[in-house]
């Protein structure tokens, strides 16, 4: 079965450079979820989208952005990078329309370093 | 608001031997609950999952039951192997109308299974 897709895996970036980090939910999931999990933590809910609207907002700083596109996938940009946002991203999706709408799949994340 | 208070770990355990890890939760209604399970350097996988009180979720051996009366969703498995080791989280979804909203995690249990 398809699962979440997050793209890069992997990624490195200076003091104050730019991301953007990719998220293409599992086909049909009309709704998509941005965690951050630092070293040792449990995963923070940043934001989510359902049907292309932002529909919850958590502990997501301004210097994040994120937004649905009309083929669902999702990216998230952030800008001026400090040390502290090095952790690991994922992205989930749900479809709110079906069987298993309370259910979240996550991706594999994506693991930004800040150096 | 709502929360997840997960047992403190980390937990070793011998191989076959039986695993509870205790976990409570606080939340306004009626939440959906979830064990997700993170392998070393990898995603968050869902475990199993119980959407009304007195329903069992089970998976791979494991078992969990949603207890409202004690505001519990304890995990539990019969004989454990070495592939478990892994860090488990409990979670719970306050459902809306409209769908799965964000998951908030307990703080995560690391369990290490011996061979």
Wanted: glycine share 8%; aromatic share 12%.
């Amino acid at each position: 079965a398809a699962g979440v897709i997050q793209s890069p895996r992997h990624l490195i970036k200076e003091k104050r450079e730019t991301a953007t980090l990719k998220c293409y939910p599992i086909p049909r999931h009309d709704t998509v979820y941005w965690y951050q999990q630092g070293p040792g933590q449990d995963p923070q809910f940043l934001i989510s989208f359902y049907e292309k609207m932002q529909s919850d907002k958590g502990s997501i700083p301004d210097r994040f952005s994120a937004q649905q596109f009309s083929d669902y996938h999702s990216e998230l940009n952030m800008s001026s990078l400090e040390l502290g946002d090095s952790a690991l991203y994922f992205c989930a999706s749900s479809d709110r329309t079906g069987d298993t709408q309370e259910t979240q799949y996550f991706g594999p994340g994506t693991r930004l370093l800040v150096l | 608001g709502d929360s997840v208070t997960q047992m403190e770990g980390p937990v070793t355990l011998s191989e076959e031997a039986f695993l509870t890890i205790n976990c409570t939760y606080t939340a306004t209604g009626y939440p959906s609950l979830f064990w997700y399970v993170q392998y070393p350097g990898e995603g968050l996988q869902l475990l199993l999952k119980a959407t009304k009180a007195d329903d069992k979720g089970s998976n791979k051996g494991f078992e969990a039951t949603y207890r409202k009366e004690t505001t519990s969703f304890h995990l539990e498995k019969g004989s454990v192997q070495v592939s478990d080791s892994a860090v488990y989280f409990c979670a719970l979804s306050p459902i809306s109308q409209g769908g799965s909203e964000k998951l908030v995690f307990g703080k995560g249990t690391k369990l290490t299974v011996n061979p």
